[in-house]
């Protein structure tokens, strides 16, 4: 009995957090869109980790992970030196940056975070909200804000793919009082990907960064439901045998 009170103990624990990282997930008050589940999909996981060495790993790190675990998502060490090995790292590296941390600080006012883990801590649909909604905003020392994370210090990395755009806001009115109210984008520039194109690939770059949070999910659900099934059949079994020790008694 007290095993099974430390149990629901837990579970309420987990749930509680659970709930208190979507409300943090969500204090922009933005509301965050369903990132695709890709986790089974090879094909994106290997585009999100190209998009993820290209374009992310030059200001954040992903100490947690070495090039070589990514032959888990299909990848052979000829294809990660060839195509995600550009400053002389080896295979079995960690996914390191150069870039100081004290100079870091400086130019965006705060040093970027590891990202090993960031979509267990932030969520998925956080992220894939959040690299879709950066915007235009010349307050801002980088040029740049975003609709999630409210005057964040990142610059949009990615606009080359996206363009750039405005967002458009409109003063709400109402019985709680007013505020601005989002109500679009207006597109300034085009990018070398349409908006289609471009979610498609901030899907398979969410899936990795998901994915890289804990490399073994995959490996350890199908261990999971098999586990289950077991379980199933065993307890098909007991209960038959069961049966047959308890019929002579009935």
Known sequence: MKTILNLCKAGLLALSISVAGLGL???A?????????????????????????????NCHSAVSM?????RDIGLSDEQIK?????????????????????????WFGKA???????ARSRGSDWIYTYLRTFYRDDSRPTGWN?????NVGMPHILWELQGERV??????????????????FEQLTPGKMNQQEFDN??????AFLTWMSEPGQLQRKRIGVIVLLFLAVFTVFAWRLNAAYWKSIH
């Open 66 to 70: 070495r090039y070589n675990r990514l």
């Open 167 to 184: 967002a458009k806001f409109e003063e709400a009115k109402g019985e709680h009082g007013g505020g601005e109210h989002f109500v679009g």
């Open 201 to 206: 690939n901030m899907g398979d770059l969410t």
């Open 146 to 150: 975003n609709l999630v994370y409210k």
């Open 82 to 106: 060839q195509n995600l090995l550009f400053t002389g790292e080896k295979v079995g590296d960690l996914m390191k940056i150069s870039m100081i941390e004290k100079e870091s600080k400086e």
């Open 29 to 57: 008050g933005y509301p965050l869109d369903k990132a695709p589940d890709r986790l089974n999909d090879m094909s994106a996981l290997q585009n999100g980790a190209k998009i993820f060495v290209n374009y992310c790993l």
């Open 25 to 27: 997930a969500n204090e």
């Open 112 to 118: 970027p975070p590891d990202l090993s883990v960031e």
